[in-house]
């Protein structure tokens, strides 16, 4: 069956806008649905000015806000999320109602609907530390934060509703993301904590001895895998890993990081190890690849790419 009305959640956010971007390009009804707590309308303006998409805040624990975003759709791709392991860990309350209790409006609101398909953008997360590498989509849940329980409390609604009403789900499980548009400051994520200090002439900083790893992939390479996702007939009722497939280590981030910013001569801070983070991590993309997923992103190209684009817009702000 064709569909051509998608409502993307979080979509001002940095990995929902990009998804936007590609929607808009192939000729889709976007509705952006976002609270703009984390997510910015810059990065979705471009589209509101030309009236390419339709735009709405609101909360996903709002029934009236979903209704009203939900409105002719088809398709969803609930990306809406708290999604700072940190945070979770000081606001868990917040995060299980954000992240289950509206998921679980959303996904009632889709069976008042003509929504067919439902895309749940979860995390590695919900893995916990473990058990052997590379982690396939069989490895056993084991979640070590808040914030992962609650992505794993959330895909279990996605699956039971396919399972009792028939709603085509399909989980993205993403390992961990960065590109442009990423988030930064206190919850952001490792790559942007780096690029931040070594802007303002600090050493990175390092929580832990850095031997822990961590899958980077590409926000484009997830947006390509979403899109296969939505495409494919075999992806409904399953479960993905999105990643590289690459294993690449904190220090060793450290390193290449310096060496893109031309830093020589200088050490990382080393502090003690966070709680909630897992030691290594390492997507097996096997499953994704059969749908004819390829990321095409090395670490390296990718990184260089998102300093490319810092950059221009710092000089571009001050420009302005």
Do not use: W
Not at 141 to 165: G, Q, W
Not at 212 to 240: I, K, W
Request: aromatic share 10%; with cysteine.
């Amino acid at each position: 069956m064709s569909y051509n009305r998608i409502l993307v959640t979080g979509g001002a956010g940095f990995i929902g806008s990009h998804l936007v971007d590609e929607l808009v390009k192939e000729g889709f009804e976007v509705t952006v649905f976002d609270d703009l707590s984390t997510g910015r309308i810059e990065n979705i303006r471009h589209h509101l000015e030309k009236g390419k998409i339709r735009f709405i805040e609101g909360d996903v624990c709002g029934r009236k806000d979903v209704e009203e975003a939900l409105e002719g759709v088809e398709v969803v791709f609930h990306l809406a999320a708290i999604t700072s392991v940190p945070y979770s860990i000081r606001h868990p309350k917040v995060t299980y109602e954000v992240n289950v209790d509206g998921t679980r409006n959303l996904l009632e609101a889709c069976l008042h609907g003509n929504v067919e398909r439902f895309i749940y953008v979860s995390s590695c997360a919900v893995y916990g530390e473990p058990e052997y590498l590379p982690i396939d989509e069989g490895h056993p849940t084991n979640p070590i934060s808040p914030y992962a329980e609650s992505k794993l409390r959330a895909e279990e609604l996605c699956m039971k509703f396919h399972e009792d009403y028939g709603l085509k789900t399909t989980i993205l499980r993403l390992f961990n993301v960065y590109g442009p548009r990423m988030r930064g400051g206190q919850y952001g994520g490792v790559i942007m904590s780096f690029f931040e200090r070594l802007m303002i002439g600090e050493p990175p900083v390092i929580y832990g001895d850095g031997g822990q790893s961590r899958d980077f992939v590409h926000v484009l390479d997830v947006v390509s895998a979403a899109m296969l996702a939505f495409r494919s007939d075999r992806a409904v009722g399953e479960v993905f890993n999105v990643g590289s497939g690459v294993a690449v280590s904190i220090a060793d981030l450290a390193s290449l990081v310096m060496e893109l910013f031309g830093v020589k001569g200088v050490e990382p801070i080393y502090m003690p190890a966070r709680i909630g983070d897992v030691r290594y991590s390492c997507a097996d993309i096997g499953k994704l690849r059969m749908l004819g997923y390829e990321p095409r992103f090395h670490i390296r190209n990718g990184l260089s790419s998102l300093l490319r684009c810092l950059r221009l817009k710092r000089m571009s702000c001050r420009l302005e």
